[in-house]
C-alpha cells in the first residue's frame, strides 16, 4: 500500500496562514477519523501536533488546526511563526492494519 | 514525566542483525500498543512494527515482514525491534513510539542503523 501524499514544500510570511494536504484513499484518510499531524525539526525525533483529524494534544498552540474532507486531510497553521520552520508528516491507520505515513511537507517561513 | 528512550543501533553489515531496544518510563507500559518507525537520512517516516500490550498481536510493515519481530518484556518495561538478514535500504533512525487509536504521542529520540560493508 502506497504512503498518503503530501506537497514537498510549502512556505508563508510571518504572519500568514498556511495549509498543508495530505491526500489518501477511501481505505486509510477517507475511512477513518485516525489521522494524525507530527512537527520534526532536523535531528529531531517527531512531535505530535493534531490526532482524530482536528484535536490538539496539550501544550499545542491554537495556531494549528486540522480538518478532513473526503480522501483528503489538512494541516493550517494561522499566524506563521519563525519557530513553525520544520517538516510536517501526516498520518493515517489503512483498512490491512497498518499505519501510513505522509511523505512529509518542509515548510518554509520566508 | 513519560520517557523513551532507544539503544542497540550501530553498523552492522549487509546480511546481519542487530536488536533494538526501548526503554519506558512514566507510564504503565503494559497497558498501551507500541511502535517501531523508522526515517532513512532525508527521506520520510515510515511505519514498521507495532505490538498489543500483551504481546500477542503484532502487525508489520510490508519493510519488515519475515526479516523483523517486535516484542516486548512488560516486566521490564521494554520493547524490542530484532532485526534479519539487513539489506542497504534498512539504514534509517529507528523510533520507539507510545501508540494511542490515533496515532503516536509520544516518541524516543531515536537511534541510528547502520547497514554498510
Known amino acids: 500500500q502506497s504512503g498518503l501524499t503530501q506537497p514537498p514544500s510549502a512556505s508563508g510570511s510571518p504572519g500568514q496562514s498556511v495549509t498543508i494536504s495530505c491526500t489518501g484513499t477511501?481505505?486509510?484518510?477517507?475511512?477513518?477519523?485516525?489521522v494524525s499531524w507530527y512537527q520534526q525539526y532536523p535531528g529531531k525525533a517527531p512531535k505530535l501536533l493534531i490526532n482524530?483529524?482536528?484535536k490538539r494534544p496539550s501544550g499545542v498552540p491554537d495556531r494549528f488546526s486540522g480538518s478532513k474532507s473526503g480522501n483528503t486531510a489538512s494541516l493550517t497553521v494561522s499566524g506563521l511563526q519563525a519557530e513553525d520552520e520544520a517538516d510536517y508528516y501526516c498520518c493515517s491507520f489503512a483498512v490491512t492494519n497498518n499505519w501510513l505515513f505522509g511523505g512529509g511537507t518542509k515548510l518554509t517561513v520566508l | 514525566e513519560v520517557q523513551l528512550v532507544e539503544s542497540g543501533g550501530g553498523l552492522v553489515q549487509p546480511g546481519g542483525s542487530l536488536r533494538l531496544s526501548c526503554a519506558v518510563s512514566g507510564f504503565t507500559f503494559s497497558s498501551y500498543w507500541m511502535t517501531w518507525v523508522r526515517q532513512a537520512p532525508g527521506k520520510g517516516l515510515e511505519w514498521v512494527a507495532n505490538?498489543?500490550?500483551?504481546?500477542?498481536?503484532?502487525q508489520y510493515g510490508d519493510s519488515a515482514k519475515g526479516r523483523f519481530t517486535i516484542s516486548r518484556d512488560n516486566a521490564e518495561n521494554s520493547l524490542y525491534l530484532q532485526m534479519n538478514t539487513l539489506r542497504g535500504e534498512d539504514t534509517a533512525v529507528y523510533y520507539c513510539?507510545?501508540?494511542?487509536?490515533?496515532?503516536?504521542?509520544?516518541w524516543g529520540q531515536g537511534t541510528l542503523v547502520t547497514v554498510s560493508s
Open positions: 482524530e483529524v482536528s
Open positions: 505490538i498489543s500490550p500483551d504481546g500477542s498481536a503484532k
Open positions: 513510539a507510545r501508540s494511542t487509536d490515533w496515532g503516536f504521542d509520544y
Open positions: 477511501s481505505s486509510d484518510v477517507g475511512g477513518y477519523n485516525h
